[in-house]
């Protein structure tokens, strides 16, 4: 396998020009820069929307009086600034840098980019005040106005243009497994949403097709992207080629053929088609494979680098992130069959596992990869790398408080509702201790926000010392820097 990437990569370097990793950065500095910072200002406004509604659970009554700050509309007005605010802006800033350095070509219609970002703000700003003004849908995963997903989708097809336009002059004949993952979520994720806008379903069929929808937006716009990242940051920081080309090859297809008949294990129990049920649940056990397949891959490329893990601010987040992937997928499929589903459905176990999904995966590696993209754009370093690690461990012990917690207080709340000697409300006063503890991880993971925010604020506008050396959690000698970890 190493001697497929050895030789590609010669094959590659052949034809290159001097100085292209300038070049290429130069050209996706502003389109990039717009998206990973228009992530994170929807970072924070989520995570005030989420705070709100996790304390609610301590507090019921806390403001009540206020009809926008209701828990109907704050829950729903926070999936969809995370979903479609943070994680899609900030990924598609990282989809598009890892396009460029992958295809070692520049862009030339950033501007197409430009345009996309400040229409998809605009969007999510209608959007958001709607939910909080009491227009939303009641469409789980789809709260927003119609329109607003219809301008959400032309910003997708416009962002992604100039990729598909690079793509036709790219400089290399090989695609690496990143460009496979980002090309294939460009074209899953404006086809789910197109096909989920359509007007077509009704009852028991519009069920099925929202969880197939929501199912999907995880599994093959929101996982592609992050693990696109895994696979192009573990090797790079470390130094060395990944540890199996083929299996992630494997990997990829079986990603692409599986998830896609996962989505109706949200419906266990429910009115939908028996068959169905019974398909989606087989389909997410066979997810066992290509989660296990990437799991192996990255586990074999970082062994051995303990070092680099515990003094990169890139590796750290983003194998923390490739862990969390494994865990989160091993437990879905347990998740998914019959008896479990009985225990934990429509209890807090399912919220710590989307936790344990969006952000203990997906959110921490787009923070890893952000760490190694910004200073290379900007020319420029991190100003302090305290501060990265007062970001790291805030949001890495809370969101292990949170998922820890809700784990807990899902299964004590589903054996208490399925205790026919105990009442409903016995099943909610049991987990009030461990709803306690998600608000601390949350106010932990919202400090870790405020700080990560306050970092990519200086480097955007370079404030802070201009360190002579990338921005390092432990000394290291001179001697052991490797050009993949230079700033340059
Ligand atoms: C093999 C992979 C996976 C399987 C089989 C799986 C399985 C499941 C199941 C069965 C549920 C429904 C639980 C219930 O309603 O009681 C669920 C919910 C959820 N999963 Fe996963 N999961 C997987 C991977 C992931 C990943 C990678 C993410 C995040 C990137 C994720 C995020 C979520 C979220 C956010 C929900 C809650 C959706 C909602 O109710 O609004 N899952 N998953
Ligand atoms: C400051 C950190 C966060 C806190 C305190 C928090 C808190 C919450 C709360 C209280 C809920 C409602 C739970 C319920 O209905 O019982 C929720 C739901 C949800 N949050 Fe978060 N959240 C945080 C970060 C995130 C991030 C970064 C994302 C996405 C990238 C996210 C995605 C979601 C999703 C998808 C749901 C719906 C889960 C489901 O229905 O199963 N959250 N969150």
Redesign the pocket.
């Known amino acids: 396998m190493a001697t497929i990437a050895s030789e590609t990569v010669q094959d590659n370097q052949a034809r290159l020009p001097e100085g292209w990793r300038e070049e290429v950065d130069a050209s996706v500095r502003w389109p990039v820069t717009a998206f990973i910072a228009s992530g994170a200002f929807w970072?924070v406004i989520?995570?005030v929307l989420?705070?709100i509604?996790?304390f609610?659970?301590n507090h019921p009554e806390w403001l009540v009086e206020q009809g926008w700050l209701t828990?109907g509309r704050v829950?729903p007005a926070?999936?969809q600034t995370?979903?479609f605010g943070?994680?899609s802006m900030a990924g598609f800033g990282v989809l598009t840098w890892l396009w460029a350095r992958l295809l070692k070509t520049d862009m030339r219609l950033g501007w197409l980019q430009l345009v996309s970002v400040a229409v998809w703000n605009l969007a999510m700003v209608v959007g958001t005040i709607a939910i909080l003004a009491g227009f939303s849908r009641s469409i789980?995963?789809v709260e927003f106005p119609l329109f607003v997903y219809v301008i959400i989708i032309g910003c997708i097809g416009i962002g992604a243009f100039p990729l598909f336009e690079m793509l036709r002059r790219r400089r290399v004949r090989h695609l690496y497994v990143s460009i496979w993952y980002i090309g294939a979520a460009l074209l899953w994720g404006p086809f789910l949403l197109i096909t989920f806008s359509l007007p077509i379903y009704e009852g028991v069929a519009h069920a099925t097709a929202n969880w197939w929808f929501a199912h999907n937006i995880?599994g093959l716009w929101?996982t592609p992207v992050g693990l696109a990242a895994a696979y192009y940051f573990i090797p790079k920081v470390i130094g060395r080629p990944i540890y199996s080309y083929h299996l992630s090859i494997l990997g990829f297809w079986t990603l692409a053929l599986f998830y896609n008949w996962a989505g109706v294990h949200h419906l266990v129990g429910g009115p939908a088609p028996q068959w169905a049920v019974t398909i989606s649940i087989v389909f997410s056990v066979m997810m066992v494979i290509p989660v296990v397949v990437v799991a192996l891959n990255h586990h074999m490329t970082a062994f051995g680098s303990l070092k680099a893990v515990l003094r990169s601010p890139t590796l750290r987040f983003i194998v923390f992130g490739a862990m969390s992937y494994t865990a989160v997928s091993l437990h879905g499929s347990f998740m998914s069959l019959r008896f479990w589903q009985e225990l934990t459905h429509f209890t807090?176990h399912?919220?710590g596992?989307?936790?344990l999904g969006?952000?203990a995966f997906?959110?921490m590696v787009m923070f890893g990869s952000i760490y190694y993209i910004m200073p290379r754009l900007m020319q420029w370093e991190w100003r302090s790398s305290g501060l990265i690690n007062l970001h790291f461990w805030t949001t890495a012990l809370?969101?292990g408080t949170?998922v820890v917690a809700l784990t807990i207080a899902g299964v004590l709340q589903g054996l208490t509702l399925m205790d026919p000697g105990a009442s409903f409300m016995e099943s909610q006063f049991i987990t009030e201790p461990w709803l306690y503890a998600?608000?601390i991880?949350?106010?932990l993971?919202?400090v870790g926000?405020l700080v990560f925010g306050y970092l990519l604020y200086s480097i955007i506008l370079k404030k802070g010392p201009q360190l002579d050396g990338p921005t390092y959690f432990a000394p290291v000698l001179r001697s052991e820097t490797s050009s993949a970890d230079s700033a340059a």
């Open positions: 970072l989520g995570s989420a705070l509604a996790s609610k659970f828990f829950r926070h999936l995370m979903i943070w994680i789980e995963w995880l929101i807090h399912t919220i596992h989307a936790h969006v952000y997906a959110t809370g969101i949170y998600r608000s991880g949350g106010t993971m919202t926000h």
